[in-house]
């Protein structure tokens, strides 16, 4: 029983609504529902689904219990974190004891400033640091769409006892991009009561060590069934350049900023996946 806020055209609704025995889906876009409807028509067989035009807010008529909850791409355009706060205390007034609330496309709060200098960068990549510097302010200044810090999830457990586990996650892709950058998904696992955390039978420290993925593979094959592994300071090969620039536009010297060459150290996080 699925519950998606901000639907939009049915992106994820044609690929989830088949599987799922009810979807309910809500948007503020007029345009972007009759879309929703007009896909689900097409794909036909998907009496269970059924699409309302309000806000994330508003929880009228939704019916429930859901156990699982969506909200995709449209946390961004939420006023404040508040408003982020108050659907969710809406969303757990209408979730089954145990279930999920995914909640994609996150934008990071610690990595806005990267984010900014490195679309700056891009648009003029010749200009001196003190410019690229100003420059970056006044678009973290217009910035008006909501950036919040992955420890914003973490802390909600203390607010919300019925969230027992929350899962914070880099977006995957082989492309780097500002989804792939600068973006998180996260996961808040609903239960009566927490689970046990295991702990790892061993940690290697990534960057400390100078571990690679080969070194990590051979870690892998030779750990007995069941060993749980733990990995600590992996150096982001996604983030490298743009961290680089940015501490740039914090120091000293003058001149355009000239990319770093790759760290040897640093892992892709779609490669770990692989």
């Known amino acids: ?27 503020l876009s007029a345009y972007a529902l009759a ?8 794909l036909g067989g998907l009496e269970h689904v059924h699409v309302s035009r309000q ?5 009228t008529d939704l019916g429930g219990p859901f156990d699982t909850a969506i909200l995709n791409s449209v946390v961004q355009y939420f006023p404040s974190a508040d408003y982020l706060l108050a659907v969710i205390a809406g969303l757990l007034a ?3 004891a145990t279930g999920a609330i995914f909640l994609g496309d996150l934008r990071s709060l610690p990595l806005l400033a990267s984010y900014h200098a490195s679309v700056e960068h891009h648009r003029t990549p010749d200009v001196e640091r003190r410019e690229l510097h100003a420059r970056v302010g006044r678009a973290m200044l217009r910035d008006n769409e909501l950036v919040l810090d992955p420890r914003f999830f973490s802390e909600l457990r203390a607010i919300f006892p019925q969230i027992v586990a929350v899962e914070v996650e880099p977006k995957r892709g082989a492309f780097h991009n ?18 046990a955390a295991a702990a790892p039978h061993a940690w290697r420290d990534v960057a400390g060590e100078g571990m690679t993925l080969a070194d990590l593979r051979r870690w892998l094959a030779a750990a007995a069934p069941g060993t749980l592994l733990g990995l600590r300071n992996l150096p982001n090969a996604r983030l490298q350049a743009v961290d680089d620039l940015r501490r740039w536009l914090t120091g000293d010297g003058e001149g355009p900023w000239q990319a770093p060459p790759p760290d040897p150290r640093a892992w892709d996080p779609e490669a770990l996946w692989a």
């Open 178 to 195: 500002e989804l792939t950058l600068f973006r998180y998904d996260v996961t808040l696992r609903l239960g009566p009561a927490a689970p």
């Open 55 to 59: 806000p994330a807010h508003d929880f």
């Open 94 to 96: 209408r979730m089954t």
């Open 1 to 27: 029983d699925v519950l998606e806020i901000g639907c939009g055209t049915g992106m994820l609704l044609a690929r989830v609504a088949p599987h799922v025995r009810r979807y309910r889906g809500t948007d």
């Open 35 to 42: 879309q929703a409807d007009a896909l689900r028509a097409h």
